[in-house]
Each structure stands twice: as structure tokens, then as C-alpha cells.
């Protein structure tokens, strides 16, 4: 089973631009691995972002963008409102295999 | 709305069993396969199980494969996860979370219960 890597924290100022990487230890990630973004706030249950690489779900903040980047998936914040501070997991379903979460990045916004 | 609520969590000692509930509502339950996820005080997601829409698809992680048996009542919109012998390193929050695909297994999930609580020791 592959590993997920992700960075395990950044940070951000507010209004500023970061972006967050998934790496897998198979390979390139790819559009076949459908990539998810989830954010999980302190204290809160995880709430999913961005599915299939890019799509957004009718909750997503519009700030929010997904995309592959040199063999990773990638999540960029535009436009850093202090209520972005969190967890993100990347997750690779890859299409009906086993599921694997990333270790998570904790974003800092200050 | 899509709303799902866990239940049954609770303190257990080490090789006791416990049974976790998720009741479903807000969308054609019976379409949708559903996951169990948990997450370790302090630590990261976990994916733990998965459950086709008709009960016929049934997945586990490693860590749990022969201890935890994943089952659904459709027409009671409910999801469950038995837990057999369990250990001090199954401590954690369990979510149950619904699939973001209809009739499809992606194993990519879209909405998350506020996860119910597994505390193992002795």
C-alpha cells in the first residue's frame, strides 16, 4: 500500500497564497487517483473540499483550488482568512481501491 | 440535509467488544456506500472499513480485518461497526462518512458525522 506524503506544516499570512502538496510513494499522482482535500478544524469532524483532483463541493470557499503539480496533487489557498487555520489530509481513493489518507499538513495563518 | 450521527462509543477494557452506530438522513441512504474512518488522539484519518450499497462489497484496513465487522440496515438508514477484541491502540474518534458517489464505490468520502468516541483500557 502506498504511503501519502504531505508537508506537515506551513504557513500562511493573511490574504496570502500557499499551497499544499500529496505525494505517493507509488508514483506520480495522477487524475486516476482522484484526489480529495479535507479540512478539519480544531475541535471539529473533517469536512471534504475538493474531490476528483479539482471539483468543488457547494460548501467549498471559492479560495480554495485543486490541482496535480509535478506528479502531486496540490491545494492552493488564495486569499488566507484567519479561519482557514487547520488541518488538511489529502486522501487517494483512487478510484474504489483502499483508501489512503495523508499524514495532514496544520496550516498557520498569521 | 445530509446529516449523520455516530453513537455507541464509550469506555471498554482491552478485548471487550462495542458496537457503533450511524443513523443517515437527508439523502437515498441505500444508494450511497458508507465508510468507517477513526482518528487517534492527536494523530491523523484513518480509513478503517467500507460498505457497498448493497452489502456485498465489504472492505477493511489491515488493523482491524478479522477484529471489526461492517454492517448496514438500509431500511433503517443505519451503518454499524462491531468491534471484536479490542486493543489499547484502537483508541480514537470514529467518523462514519458517506461515499461522494451515487451507486459507486470511489472510496472518497463527502460528508462526515461529528464521530462517536472509543476509549480502550484497562
Known amino acids: 500500500q502506498a504511503v501519502v506524503t504531505q508537508e506537515p506544516s506551513l504557513s500562511v499570512s493573511p490574504g496570502g497564497t500557499v499551497t499544499l502538496t500529496c505525494a505517493s510513494s507509488?508514483?506520480?499522482?495522477?487524475?486516476?487517483?482522484?484526489p480529495y482535500w479535507i479540512q478539519q478544524k480544531p475541535g471539529q469532524a473533517p469536512r471534504t473540499l475538493i474531490y476528483?483532483?479539482?471539483n468543488k463541493h457547494s460548501w467549498t470557499p471559492v479560495r480554495f483550488s485543486g490541482s496535480l503539480v509535478g506528479g502531486k496533487a496540490a491545494l492552493t489557498l488564495s486569499g488566507a482568512q484567519p479561519e482557514d487555520e487547520a488541518d488538511y489530509y489529502c486522501?487517494?481513493?483512487?478510484?474504489?481501491?483502499?483508501?489512503?489518507f495523508g499524514g495532514g499538513t496544520r496550516l498557520t495563518v498569521l | 440535509e445530509v446529516q449523520l450521527v455516530e453513537s455507541g462509543g464509550g469506555l471498554v477494557q482491552p478485548g471487550r467488544s462495542l458496537r457503533l452506530s450511524c443513523a443517515a438522513s437527508?439523502?437515498?441512504?441505500?444508494?450511497?456506500?458508507m465508510h468507517w474512518v477513526r482518528q487517534a488522539p492527536g494523530k491523523g484519518l484513518e480509513w478503517v472499513s467500507s460498505?457497498?450499497?448493497?452489502?456485498?462489497?465489504?472492505d477493511y484496513a489491515d488493523a482491524v480485518r478479522g477484529r471489526f465487522t461492517t454492517s448496514r440496515d438500509n431500511a433503517k438508514k443505519s451503518l454499524y461497526l462491531e468491534m471484536n477484541s479490542l486493543r489499547t491502540e484502537d483508541t480514537a474518534l470514529y467518523y462514519c462518512?458517506?461515499?461522494?458517489?451515487?451507486?459507486?464505490?470511489?472510496?472518497?468520502?463527502?460528508?462526515w458525522g461529528q464521530g462517536t468516541t472509543v476509549t480502550v483500557s484497562s
Open positions: 462518512a458517506k461515499d461522494n458517489r451515487r451507486l459507486y464505490k470511489s472510496n472518497g468520502m463527502d460528508v
Open positions: 437527508g439523502f437515498t441512504f441505500d444508494d450511497y456506500t
Open positions: 460498505i457497498g450499497w448493497t452489502s456485498v462489497s465489504i
Open positions: 507509488a508514483g506520480p499522482v495522477t487524475s486516476g487517483h482522484s
Open positions: 476528483d483532483t479539482s
Open positions: 486522501l487517494l481513493p483512487s478510484n474504489g481501491a483502499r483508501p489512503v
